[in-house]
């Protein structure tokens, strides 16, 4: 239901020590049911519904899992010249993950304001 209990479940899992920091990744992007039960009720009245909201994390929470994955070299992949960029620069390729996940939220918002 939330990130440190199933942070503690998968470390007590028998995987690769990469596959265990994906998971965690993915999980830390998505937020955990608890933390996003309690967004839910600031996103009252703003136009984000639940369904849309879900949907958002859980995009987050694989574009972590996909990031940490490509900074960890899994799977390897023989087009390096494609990761060379993240990997240099992991900071701002996660705000430019950040700010694409931010659009639709923001959009709507400035919808309903005006």
Do not use: N, W
Not at 17 to 27: H, K
Not at 31 to 45: M, T
Not at 65 to 70: E, I, P
Not at 82 to 109: D, H, Q, T, W
């Amino acid at each position: 239901m939330d990130v440190p209990s199933g942070a503690l479940r998968v470390s007590g899992m028998a995987l690769p020590d990469g596959m265990m920091l994906t998971l965690l990744a993915g999980m830390c992007g998505f937020g955990g049911l608890c933390v996003i039960a309690q967004s839910l009720g600031a996103l009252r009245g703003s136009g984000v519904s639940t369904g849309e909201y879900i949907g958002i994390r859980a995009v987050a929470g694989l574009l972590s899992a996909g990031y940490m994955a490509l900074l960890l070299g899994l799977p390897p992949i023989d087009h390096m010249r494609l990761i060379e960029p993240i990997r240099e620069k992991p900071l701002a390729a996660g705000a430019l993950i950040a700010s694409i996940l931010a659009v639709p939220m923001l959009s709507r918002r400035l919808k309903s304001i005006s």
